[in-house]
């Protein structure tokens, strides 16, 4: 019995802990970042060192910035509409064009 409990009150401790790091709450951005309006802006070079961006409501918003693996690039995008390699022209004609297609295998290939 004594085994069984050193082992369920860590358990039940990290359990109260984590239960407070639910998706419920948004994530408040930083003053510092621009606004999401200011930073994607078609045929606008999307900033070299773009780390994220808020929204109206000041909610951080930042998709997984990606590392290329045939080019010595970083790629990402916002909502469905907005991608770009960083440093470069930020597109807006939605991740199933073929503008997009053809930006997204440069960066990655095409096996995937």
């Keep these: 019995m004594p085994r069984l409990l050193a082992v369920a009150a860590p358990l039940a401790a990290l359990t109260a802990l984590l239960s407070g790091c639910g998706a419920d709450a948004p994530t408040p951005a930083s003053e510092s970042l ?6 994607w802006v078609a045929g606008e070079d ?4 773009y780390a994220g961006c808020k929204d109206g409501d000041g909610v951080l918003q930042v ?5 290329c693996t045939k080019t010595d690039q970083r790629f990402t995008a916002y909502g469905d509409t907005y991608y770009a390699i960083l440093g470069a022209p930020i597109h ?5 064009s073929s503008t ?3 930006l997204y295998a440069g960066c990655f290939g095409t096996d995937w």
């Excluded at 998709?63 to 590392?67: A, F, G, N, R």
């Excluded at 807006?92 to 199933?96: A, K, N, S």
């Design 100 to 102: 997009y297609q053809e």
């Design 63 to 67: 998709s997984e910035i990606k590392e």
């Design 46 to 49: 999307l900033p070299e060192d």
């Design 34 to 39: 621009p606004s999401c309006d200011q930073v």
């Design 92 to 96: 807006d004609d939605g991740q199933t």
